[in-house]
């Protein structure tokens, strides 16, 4: 097809910012998580979560991106003063060049670690490189345990995979041995964390994770071809 | 940006496609539906609800995209005989040519509606026009009632706006009222249905939105350009 050209074009161009990024994350110390999940999937309530548990303990900043609205940010600024809101005017994922913008209005240096929270879709922003050190894949037992064998994109990326909403689990029809087994079909030894942000059931293990992930090397990827 | 003039022809030739897409179906006096949501949303549900509701009061096709799997396609099969599936192989959405080609699969004559399920994304369908009569944008309870502001784009191109899974209600943080009054500060007297396909509350509503949409006029739109 006529556009495969400049696509590659664009990716390529994404790829020599994102390895910016990752070479100002890695001079100023910051740990970066690149988190992704489908609308509504409860990617910032786990994120006003993860705030308050890590405040006191981590230094943590955050460049949310969104199609429109600032919500995102203004539910995080209560717990941290270092949240940037990327507004993508209609596109469907974060490129490098927008986190960077939203990286030049944080201390850097000041930070320990940098969560990226994507825009809401599981398809378009497992294309885009941004520079992070880790891939976290978000979904959520309301969604169905069908949707890692839709969506192999984003777990073939994944560093990790999250299960939110598991205090839902008694309502909804959500097997969770199926959701395994169609991530162990596709990676062996890819971690996954049930939790909920609402009832804090889980959350110390993602905490744990966030807290240590990385630590042992350089805790930045080197090859993230994709 | 480089790829605005390639990305407008690919547009521009996908219009072309749907408008054969539209002249076929009304040939053939099938009316048409291209329902939009998030992954995980509960449109298969809805479907599968909607086939039993309609079973031996209207001839319904179904063609189903998704990035990968068969799956929706084998819940449908259940219901009708009269369902292909789409896999788009990573895109983030249907064009018009996947679907004619799922229609060319179909015997269109014999049907009276056609109801495109699009691949899984609040975001990238909305641009392409598949030569529907009407734009369903579903959302659900369980992904927060401030996802119509998050997503303006869908709403803006829709003609009805489905609330699903209203039967996790009292287990969500969802404000009802915030959530139209989203919708109402962008479209004027756009309609909003709010169902459970578990429960079946509210499912007759949109069974009659379905029995009766363009039943006055020609029940296609003629300028959808967006």
């Not at 705030?51 to 203004?74: F, H, N, P, Q």
């Not at 990286?103 to 398809?123: A, K, R, S, Y």
Request: proline share 4%; charged share 20%.
């Amino acid at each position: 097809m006529a556009e495969i050209p400049v696509v590659a074009k664009v990716l390529k161009l994404n790829d020599e910012l994102a390895a910016m990024n990752r070479l100002a994350l890695a001079d100023a110390g910051v740990r970066c998580v690149n988190l992704m999940g489908a609308p509504g999937c409860g990617k910032t309530a786990l994120l006003e979560a993860t705030l308050s548990a890590l405040a006191g303990k981590l230094m943590v900043g955050v460049v949310a991106g969104d199609i429109a609205t600032t919500r995102d940010a203004e539910r995080l600024i209560a717990h941290t003063p270092h949240v940037t809101q990327i507004n993508t005017g209609g596109s469907c994922h974060l490129e490098a060049h927008q986190v960077r913008q939203g990286m030049d209005h944080l201390p850097l240096t000041d930070l320990d670690l940098l969560i990226i929270e994507n825009v809401g879709n599981l398809i378009c922003p497992v294309s885009f490189d941004l520079g992070e050190g880790a891939r976290v894949a978000m979904f959520s037992v309301t969604e169905g345990h069908d949707k890692p064998a839709k969506h192999p994109s984003v777990v073939l990326a994944a560093d990790l995979v999250i299960l939110g909403k598991i205090d839902l689990k008694p309502y909804v029809p959500f097997d969770e041995s199926i959701f395994r087994a169609y991530l162990a079909n596709m990676r062996d030894n890819l971690a996954v964390l049930p939790l909920s942000a609402t009832s804090g059931e889980g959350l110390s293990a993602w905490i744990s994770w966030l807290t240590d992930f990385g630590a042992g090397s350089s805790g930045f990827r080197v090859n993230l071809s994709i």
